[in-house]
């Protein structure tokens, strides 16, 4: 599973006829969906996230969360299932995995350290209530949508994290991308934004894109990562490209991820920053004006005086990519082939019941 973590600001959508930050709708079977869409911007960079969760409009019919256990000393994580009128107690809530329980903090970590050193029990406790834990996502939807709507947090700073998740269109032959939602943090202001994936990278020999990367500053590593595709009930490789701009160090990451031997497609998890925005730079002299250029040319202004004077930084072309950053997990051999990876989203026939289909584990939790 690809996940992401975003440091920056909560910013909603500006609703339009056609596009709503926030969308409910019930269907004639009585099923009620959410979605939550909005934005978190880090510096440069704005990314779209949402929140999507359903549940029947008439509660009565809402019995039991299907979920995982806490993994606890000598038992591992199993299936459990929580009454749906008990979703909320802390002691139902205790039982659930940690990755399985949806949380929005609206204080921060340090402010919590300070109250703890000081001694301040009413004001801690009073903080810790602001950390809330959900394990209905419809409850975590209609809290975050409380938290992004509020103009009171428009300066707060919070880390959002969640799962990439993919979608495979049979009818335009396109996959999609959306980063969902699972935990909300307030952090401190003074924290850099930031917007870091980890993507896991299925390769083959010749991954490393180097042609030109004198002239533009770049090389792609093209590979597949994996995704699960409801309509199928199994998982799928689609096509990923990272750009890695770190050029003097190409040959090693190449090198470094080169574990081939007898097979012929590797895994990795590389951690990546997801580049979406006009990037500063540094200003060069060709930025400035003509009169400017000419007053430098002349001796008249040094090159340096005339750079500050323009702020010394500029904004450049809009980019979005997965900037590679540095490798989480090495290099190891699988067994799927160059032919699994290139595979579209189909319909599988039934096999015999001595065939193993491929990655279907019914004892998966997906």
């Not at 199993?78 to 329980?101: C, F, L, M, T």
């Not at 490798?327 to 799927?336: A, D, F, L, P, R």
């Amino acid at each position: 599973m690809n996940t992401f973590s975003f440091l920056g600001k909560l910013v909603p959508v500006k609703d339009t006829e056609s596009f709503k930050g926030y969308t409910e709708t019930t269907y004639d079977s009585g099923w009620m969906k959410q979605r939550l869409v909005f934005n978190v911007v880090a510096g440069d960079n704005r990314h779209l996230v949402e929140i999507n969760a359903g549940r029947w409009k008439d509660d009565k019919k809402n019995s039991v969360i299907y979920t995982m256990s806490r993994a606890t000393e000598g038992k591992k994580s199993e299936k459990i299932q929580i009454s749906w009128d008990k979703r909320n107690d802390p002691e139902s809530i205790e039982k659930v995995a940690g990755y399985r329980v949806l949380t929005i903090d609206t204080d921060t970590y340090s402010h919590r350290e300070a109250l703890k050193e000081a001694g301040d029990t009413e004001a801690l406790e009073k903080s810790n209530e602001k950390r809330r834990h959900f394990l209905a996502g419809t409850d975590f939807c209609d809290f975050a949508k409380k938290v992004v709507y509020n103009e009171k947090i428009k300066d707060w700073m919070f880390r959002v994290n969640g799962n990439i998740v993919y979608n495979y269109s049979e009818k335009t032959g396109k996959y999609y991308q959306s980063y969902e939602v699972n935990k909300i943090y307030r952090v401190d202001e003074s924290v850099e934004p930031t917007t870091d994936v980890n993507i896991e990278f299925y390769f083959a020999d010749g991954f490393m894109d180097k042609d030109g990367v004198e002239d533009t500053g770049k090389a792609i590593m093209s590979g597949f990562t994996t995704f699960y595709d409801p309509n199928t009930k199994r998982d799928w490789f689609l096509p990923i490209a990272l750009v890695m701009r770190d050029v003097e160090n190409v040959d090693l990451t190449e090198e470094l991820l080169s574990e081939f031997e007898d097979n012929e497609i590797c895994k990795a998890v590389l951690s990546c920053k997801a580049i979406n925005g006009a990037q500063r730079r540094s200003v060069n002299l060709e930025d400035l004006d003509e009169k400017t250029q000419k007053a430098v040319k002349a001796g008249l202004m040094s090159e340096a005086q005339a750079i500050r004077n323009a702020g010394g930084q500029v904004y450049g072309d809009v980019i979005q990519e997965l900037r590679f950053d540095k490798i989480v997990k090495h290099s190891e051999g699988t067994v799927y082939t160059l032919e699994n990876c290139i595979e579209k989203p189909h319909k599988v026939e039934e096999v015999e019941d001595d065939a193993v289909p491929f990655n279907m584990d019914e004892d998966d939790d997906i």
